[in-house]
Each structure stands twice: as C-alpha cells, then as structure tokens.
T-cell receptor
C-alpha cells in the first residue's frame, strides 16, 4: 500500500483557513486520495476524495499537486467543531480498496 | 438512529474470556469491516467481508474471528481475550457502486481486557 506523510499536529484559530498537507510521493496512477477525520470519541468520518483535479464539497476543498505527489486539505473557515485528527489515505481502486490509516494530523482550533 | 450501530459501546472483561462485539447497519451496503485503534495510532484492519459468503483477513487478524450473519450484521469475536487486545474497535461499511467505496464508521466499542 502506498504511504502518506502528514505533520503530527497543527494549530489554527477559529474562523481562519486551515491548510493540512499530505505527501504521497509513491502514489500510483490508480490511487485515489481520500481524507477522513476523527472527532474526539467518535469513529472516522469521510471528508473528501479526489484523483487528479481539485475537488470541493460542503465540508472542505482538496487541492492536488500536478504531479500528484502531494495534496492539501483546505478548511475554509475553521470552527471549534473541526478539531480532530485528519487522515490522508491512498486507496487503490484496481486492487484491494482497503483503507490504510497512518497516524494523521491532530488539528487544534483555538477560539 | 445511527446507520452503523455497534454494541456494546463499552466492555470490560477478564483475560481468557470469550466476547463478541456486534455491528449492524441500515445502509444496505454489502461490504463491512472491523478495525482496531490503539491510543495515539491510526486504525488497523482486522477482518473484512465483501458479501455474506465472503470473509477476508486484514493485517492483524490473529486472535480474532468474525461472522457475517446477514448483509446487515457482522460480528467480531475474541475467543480468549488477552490484555493487549484492549483497544477501541470500529465497524465500517461501504458500497463500491456508490461514491468510490467511501467507508461509514460506527461510534466504536471500547474494550478493556483485565
């Protein structure tokens, strides 16, 4: 399974944008980039995914580098409820389609 | 009501006891998964099932077994619990025909083995 590298932790202030980086230099052509987050005392929840193009949904935006070796999850206006561990995961749709979780980035949002 | 329900939410048991964690879903998904999470770490896959007749081992299946009783139900058993199985356990479901196999997780079962 292709691996991802994320910072262990990041901090943001409430109502400011947050950019969460993820490096995946060994990504293959069939790998999708998924982001999940885990709020305290809850199970992970899906945030967004993409293949090559940038993606937007109601929760966040995903910016994917042209060479696909890195991506950035963008929370446009952080709220206290966005404090969570964010996981960047590569999934191979030609293979096992399993999620392999790393340690993720713990986001702290300051009021 | 939650789409993916795990029972019990918390369980304390003793070494050597057999216990079962249950998962049920109302999403109509064929695929179900069991993960465990240790403090400060990400989730690791224990077992997964792509339909009622399909069971597959994940990366840490030793000491665990599963049963897929129906499309909606997937149980995880610890035949003889040991302390290093103390962890948070999550069940998840997905549908590969919808939205690129996004997984939906239950709220988790916190298991302590004394």
């Amino acid at each position: 399974d292709a691996k991802t590298t994320q910072p262990n932790s990041m901090e943001s202030n409430e109502e400011e944008p947050v950019h969460l980086p993820c490096n995946h230099s060994t990504i293959s052509g069939t790998d999708y980039i998924h982001w999940y987050r885990q709020l305290p005392s809850q199970g992970p929840e899906y945030v967004i995914h993409g293949l090559t193009s940038n993606v937007n949904n109601r929760m966040a935006s995903l910016a994917i580098a042209e060479d696909r070796k890195s991506s950035t999850l963008i929370l446009h206006r952080a709220t206290l409820r966005d404090a969570a561990v964010y996981y960047c995961i590569l999934t191979d749709w030609g293979g096992s389609e399993k999620l392999v979780f790393g340690k993720g980035t713990k986001l702290t949002v300051n009021p | 009501d939650a789409d993916v329900t795990q029972t019990p939410r918390n369980r304390i048991t003793k070494t050597g006891k057999r216990i079962m964690l249950e998962c049920s879903q109302t999403k109509g998904h064929d695929r179900m998964y069991w993960y465990r999470q240790d403090p400060g770490l990400g989730l690791r896959l224990i077992y997964y099932s792509f339909d009622v007749k399909d069971i597959n081992k994940g990366e840490i299946s030793d000491g665990y077994s599963v049963s897929r009783q129906a499309q909606a139900k997937f149980s995880l058993s610890l035949e003889s619990a040991i302390p290093n199985q103390t962890a948070l356990y999550f069940c998840a479901t997905s549908d590969p025909q919808v939205a690129k196999n996004i997984q939906y997780f239950g709220a988790g079962t916190r298991l302590s083995v004394l």
